[in-house]
């Protein structure tokens, strides 16, 4: 068994996000994979997805280094990560 990712059991916080998606992530579970791997909660507040690309407001809550990994890794995968401040 691994041991747990450095912000399990860490204050939780909050952050919207604007992400848009490229045509190759558009059929990918994204989103699922910030809750099964970065134990982030997620909300998507608005959306639009087409055949060669898609954008959503997503809420993400867990952890801020969680939500600073999980941005990461989505900029690696090719989405654009835009912060919404409120």
């Known amino acids: 068994m691994s041991p747990p990712p450095p912000w399990e059991n860490r ?7 604007h992400l848009t998606f490229p045509e ?4 990918e579970p ?3 994979r910030l809750g099964t791997e ?6 998507i507040r608005r959306a639009n997805i087409e055949e060669r690309h898609g954008w959503v407001i997503l809420e993400m809550n867990g ?3 969680a939500i600073t990994a ?3 890794w989505l900029t690696e995968q090719g989405v654009q990560v835009d912060r919404i401040e409120a």
Do not use: C, D, P, Q
């Open 24 to 27: 190759h992530l558009i059929s």
């Open 38 to 43: 970065f134990g982030l909660v997620t909300n």
């Open 70 to 72: 999980a941005v990461a």
């Open 11 to 17: 204050a939780v916080t909050g952050a919207r996000f």
């Open 63 to 65: 952890a801020e280094e």
């Open 30 to 32: 994204v989103i699922h």
